[in-house]
């Protein structure tokens, strides 16, 4: 706990938002929310994922760093990426570290496809999130940010949730093939955001006390519309 987040004492830092590596899309160094994440990546020469360690011990990640903020008079968000591309150096028969089962299963989740020949790859424009990136056009991915949200507020000792839709700021393959989001998708997603709200005000209720949503969203209004925010 000390070793990864000492460095806030003596500071004016009042809040840690914890991303607990949050790849692929739902796959956390976590082991009461999400897809546990316990391998570690090659490529990452002398570095080594503990969290399996951790498991054993009856704790992670997040429950470390929120026990290091309550004994130190800090507030504590769980930080989660919308969207993730870091497993997109994925190919058939050598899946990245951070690839999820539920990509797997779940082919049609995807912008693309795993295979770089495959049709639906094609007109991709790639530019802020890759192929391996989910569309929030499928009620899957959708239901799973909400099933990943309720575990975090109502598992986790967290004052708040951090959304951040900067990683990465594409939600939907109309936008991946170069369109703008439709009105349509715009108010899908902000239904999404409402049973998120709902999800967390019951958490509030039961726990009694707040919880606290914020986003990192793009600084542009009309990017952020665009792609469907």
Same mark, same amino acid.
């Given at each position: 706990k000390a070793r990864r987040l000492a460095y806030t004492k003596g500071t004016h830092v009042s809040t840690v938002s914890y991303c607990s590596l949050s790849e692929g899309f739902g796959r956390f160094t976590l082991r =009461? @929310?999400?897809? *546990?994440?316990? =391998? /570690?990546? *090659?490529e990452m020469k002398g570095v080594r994922n503990v969290a399996a360690d951790f498991f054993v011990q009856g704790t992670d /990640? $997040?429950? $470390? @760093?929120s026990e290091y903020c309550r004994d130190n008079g800090l507030e504590i968000f769980a930080s989660i990426r919308i969207n993730d591309q870091h497993d997109s150096n994925s190919k058939p028969g050598n899946l990245s570290a951070h690839y999820p089962d539920v990509k797997l299963k779940h082919p049609e989740c995807l912008m693309g496809a795993l295979d770089p020949e495959d049709p639906r790859n094609k007109g991709l424009f790639q530019r802020w999130c890759s192929w391996s990136c989910v569309d929030y056009s499928q009620k899957l991915v959708r239901r799973r940010l909400r099933e990943i949200v309720w575990k975090l507020v109502n598992n986790y000792d967290i004052d708040g949730l951090e959304l951040d839709f900067? !990683?990465?700021?594409?939600?939907? !393959? /109309?936008v991946e093939l170069g369109g703008v989001a439709s009105a349509e998708e715009v108010e899908m997603f902000t239904q999404l955001m409402r049973e998120l709200k709902t999800i967390v005000t019951n958490a509030e209720r039961r726990k009694n006390r707040p919880i606290v949503i914020f986003v990192r969203v793009p600084d542009s209004p009309e990017f952020a519309r665009a792609v469907g925010l």
């Open positions: =009461k @929310a999400g897809e *546990p994440s316990t =391998k /570690s990546v *090659p /990640s $997040l429950d $470390l @760093a900067n !990683r990465h700021s594409i939600l939907f !393959r /109309s």
